[in-house]
């Protein structure tokens, strides 16, 4: 199966679905629908978010598969995010408590080896741009 265009190959505007088919039993259902921001996502976006559901949100996972830096990943993570309109809202500020309890967290779960030492790394700085958000 082809890959769905998503723009009109004349004039570069965004195309909407007509019909639907069940390959089962042959039902059709026409009409016009909109293609969410994921199914419009391009290459290289749309594989490399696909490779983070498939790794389950492991970056570890992801650095290995794409022989790429922790910071690399994230930074293309983030590309990705962006062109599918999906970048992250600020983080609404935390109190010093539940500052405190997300950072105990995430350093149990370094000392239990739950966590690369990289990844935790990475969730203290977002924790350190939450706490004035």
Do not use: I, W
């Not at 594989?47 to 389950?56: M, P, Y």
């Not at 239990?112 to 990844?119: M, S």
Request: proline letters at 5%; one cysteine or more.
């Amino acid at each position: 199966m082809n890959d769905l265009p998503t723009q009109c190959p004349s004039c570069r505007s965004d195309l909407l679905v007509s019909r639907l088919t069940c390959p089962a039993c042959g039902t059709e259902v026409t009409g016009s629908f909109s293609l969410s921001s994921l199914a419009r996502l391009a290459e290289p976006h749309a594989s490399l978010l696909e490779l983070f559901l498939r790794v389950r949100g492991n970056v570890k996972d992801m650095e290995r598969l794409l022989g790429l830096s922790y910071p690399t990943v994230r930074a293309r993570l983030e590309e990705a995010l962006a062109a599918a309109g999906l970048d992250r809202e600020p983080a609404p500020a935390l109190t010093e408590a539940e500052l405190r309890q997300r950072r105990d967290l995430v350093l149990d779960q370094l000392e239990r080896g739950e966590l690369a030492a990289a990844d935790a790394a990475a969730k203290l700085r977002d924790l350190q741009g939450v706490r004035g958000a």
